[in-house]
């Protein structure tokens, strides 16, 4: 069974930078792609975009200019970093396995962390 | 961007009832759809992908349908542990979006 756990800091100040981490077992890091994904609190899901291990991104271009996601295969785990925080920025952040198939255009996802809140605060 | 869009917002259904959830996409998505529901406090859990294939381990109860912009999400007969929030997402085109979701409430 793939299991994903966030970690990092749940407080961060306004302009300064959100930086997560997501641990991967029962799944090699090489395997598949990996994604991040938020949820403000009482509101829908966000893609903010995904990361091979070669290196290979896709971001949201609406958080494009202040994301960076990368992945450490010594340790098996892939991370988020996100500049210059708002209070919109404010979510529960999951990361996420993210599938696909030779039929299918894009990427769905299978296994989820429990997620971790976010503040955005002075 | 691709707006999808969930209707109704909340569906107040009895137990061992059937439920009917819709999505509907601003552009043609073909079959790449897929169905989440997420509980209070939990991280969502995959259901449904391709439209209408199950996620392993989800039960026959649980069925999707459409192709295009039009796709409706069933629960045959509603158990307690179904009622939910569930999402769909569009995995057409980037960014993947997400509808706003239906809530699936108690009768």
């Known amino acids: 069974q793939v299991q994903l756990q966030e970690s990092g800091p749940g407080l961060v100040k306004p302009s300064e930078t959100l930086s997560l981490t997501c641990s991967v077992s029962?799944?090699?890091?090489?395997?598949?792609?990996w994604s991040w994904i938020r949820q403000p609190p009482g509101k829908g899901l966000e893609c903010i975009g995904y990361?091979?291990?070669?290196?290979?991104?896709n971001y949201n271009p609406s958080l494009k200019s202040r994301v960076t996601m990368s992945v450490d295969t010594s340790k098996n785990h892939f991370s988020l970093r996100l500049t210059s925080v708002t209070a919109a920025d404010t979510a529960v952040y999951y990361c996420?396995?993210?599938?696909?198939?030779?039929?299918?255009?894009?990427?769905?996802?299978?296994?989820w962390g429990q997620g971790t809140l976010v503040t955005v605060s002075s | 961007e691709i707006v999808m869009t969930q209707s109704p917002a909340t569906l107040s259904v009895s137990p061992g009832e059937r439920a009917n959830l819709s999505c509907r996409a601003s552009?043609?998505?073909?079959?790449?759809l897929a169905w989440y529901q997420q509980k209070p406090g939990q991280a969502p859990s995959l259901l449904i992908y391709?439209?209408?294939t199950r996620a392993s381990g989800i039960p026959a109860r649980f069925s999707g349908s459409g192709s295009g912009t039009e796709f409706i999400f069933s629960i045959s007969s509603l158990l307690s542990e179904d009622f939910a929030v569930y999402y769909c997402?569009?995995?057409?085109?980037?960014?993947?979006?997400f509808g706003q979701g239906t809530k699936v409430e108690i009768k």
């Open positions: 391709g439209a209408s």
């Open positions: 996420v396995r993210a599938l696909s198939d030779s039929w299918a255009r894009g990427r769905w996802f299978d296994f």
């Open positions: 029962g799944a090699s890091i090489t395997d598949s792609y």
């Open positions: 552009q043609s998505v073909s079959n790449n």
């Open positions: 990361v091979f291990y070669t290196g290979t991104t």
């Open positions: 997402q569009q995995f057409y085109s980037w960014p993947y979006t």
